[in-house]
């Protein structure tokens, strides 16, 4: 299995511009949850989808920031337009959540730099 | 709500060294609890979890962790640090597998030659 796949792993965009983060889980997974990790306040989460769908979006910061899952194998976080401060570096994690199989996957991330 | 406390941004200890990081827990409900660690520029794989069945749980790379109801805590332990430990870790807590991890600050571990 390839693990959960993030893309770009990097992007640099100018301010006011329109980011796309991807992200491919685990295969036969059914939770999907975005983070977002900064030295300031550490791990956060943005919003997790159970099927498809999105249960908890309380984590994203403003409507700047939104989350898609059209289908189980992919995932979209954009920001809208794009702001310094949302220089961070934003982990797409799946799990399946069966029985004890409670433990969530991480993908390498993607480092977002906007200037 | 549940969350962690990690005690100490970052801890140092000499090559060989006994390893021991701090997490305590607050939960409503029996937790999950898991340890992870995250290597510069990657993401975070997990060195262990506990799922209420054994106490003490035992990882990845010579790691383990004892879970203790009365004292909510759920310590990271090695007997014996290697260079290669030096990273980043985290304690975390759920309430079932999709809910999402609540992550703890974190803990730099740094191993001294």
């Known amino acids: 299995d390839a693990g959960v796949i993030q893309s770009p792993r990097h992007e640099v965009t100018e301010m006011g511009q329109e980011v796309t983060l991807r992200c491919k889980p685990i295969s036969g997974h059914n939770s999907l949850f975005w983070y977002r990790q900064t030295m300031m306040r550490g791990l956060e989460l943005l919003i997790y989808f159970n099927n498809n769908v999105p249960i908890d979006d309380s984590g994203m910061p403003e409507d700047r920031f939104s989350a898609k899952m059209p289908n189980a194998s992919f995932s979209t976080l954009k920001i809208q337009p794009s702001e310094p401060r949302d220089s961070a570096v934003y982990f797409c994690a799946s799990s399946t959540g069966q029985g004890l199989n409670t433990e969530a996957f991480f993908g390498q991330g993607t480092r977002l730099t906007v200037v | 709500a549940q969350s962690v406390t990690q005690l100490g941004s970052h801890v140092s200890v000499s090559e060989g060294a006994l390893v021991l990081l701090r997490c305590n827990y607050s939960?409503?409900?029996?937790?999950?609890l898991f340890w992870y660690v995250q290597y510069p520029n990657q993401g975070l794989q997990l060195l262990l979890k506990?799922?209420?069945?054994?106490?003490l749980v035992k990882g990845i790379n010579g790691f383990e962790a004892e879970f203790k109801k009365s004292e909510t805590s759920f310590h990271l332990t090695k007997p014996s640090a290697h260079m290669s430990d030096a990273a980043e870790y985290f304690c975390a807590v759920s309430l079932s597998g999709n809910t999402p991890l609540v992550f703890g600050k974190g803990t730099r571990l740094s191993v001294i030659a």
């Open positions: 939960s409503s409900v029996p937790p999950y």
């Open positions: 506990y799922t209420s069945a054994a106490t």
